[in-house]
């Protein structure tokens, strides 16, 4: 087999191994609506709970709010695109009364721009509002944490735009974690499990705090 006949074979595997390779985040989604698909009940007022693995990673999050109907729709590693990307099955199909959104954490950690993140979580709440323009929606800030704590500056940045964008528009509403979370300048060490990012019950606890007043 000549050189260029094995260029070609080369490649055209490779462009095949592509074609099938599954979209991002695709099988996490589809465990969240097959979990649902059973537990949600479509007569009831819903909330939405979405975002990265801090969202996902709460556990005790539907019986913290009994009185509730509570989707968790979080997905691990999630950034604010990959939200917009499946805000369809995670969000609208539910037809909720309100939403809390966590994504940004790990924009920052991605290195992308605060003016990104904010482009993007105006794109997704749009699509909310398309779908029912009296959706409440309730941005929840990045958080601090030891892993990432060299990014503080960056955080704390993108925690500004995001209180700027819920100034400007009365509909929106800003959950500030961070405060909580911090023991004077430095973050408490003892909200979190062994990784430093992930938050242990203790860090739960605080988020309810701050997050209890906006529920009704």
């Not at 909720?96 to 790990?106: A, Q, R, T």
């Not at 203790?202 to 529920?215: E, Q, R």
């Amino acid at each position: 087999m000549t050189l260029k006949k094995l260029t070609y074979l080369f490649l055209s595997l490779a462009f095949l191994g592509y074609g099938q390779k599954t979209p991002a985040f695709q099988n996490e989604v589809k465990a969240i609506q097959k979990k649902y698909e059973s537990l949600w009940d479509s007569s009831k007022e819903t909330i939405v709970f979405t975002g990265s693995s801090s969202i996902r990673m709460w556990k005790n999050l539907e019986s913290m709010f009994p009185n509730h109907q509570i989707i968790n729709s979080g997905f691990g590693g999630s950034q604010s695109s990959d939200l917009f990307q499946y805000y369809n099955e995670l969000i609208l199909q539910y037809n909720p009364k309100k939403v809390f959104i966590y994504e940004g954490d790990n924009d920052i950690a991605s290195k992308k721009r605060t003016k990104d993140i904010i482009d993007t979580t105006r794109e997704i709440i749009n699509k909310i509002r398309e779908r029912n323009n009296a959706t409440q929606v309730v941005i929840i800030a990045a958080k601090p944490s030891l892993a990432r704590w060299k990014l503080k500056r960056k955080y704390m940045k993108l925690n500004r735009a995001f209180e700027k964008l819920c100034e400007e528009d009365s509909a929106l509403q800003f959950a500030n974690v961070w405060d909580v979370m911090m023991d004077g300048k430095q973050v408490r060490k003892d909200i979190f499990i062994s990784d430093g990012l992930h938050m242990n019950s203790k860090g739960y606890d605080l988020w309810f705090s701050v997050i209890k007043p906006y529920m009704n």
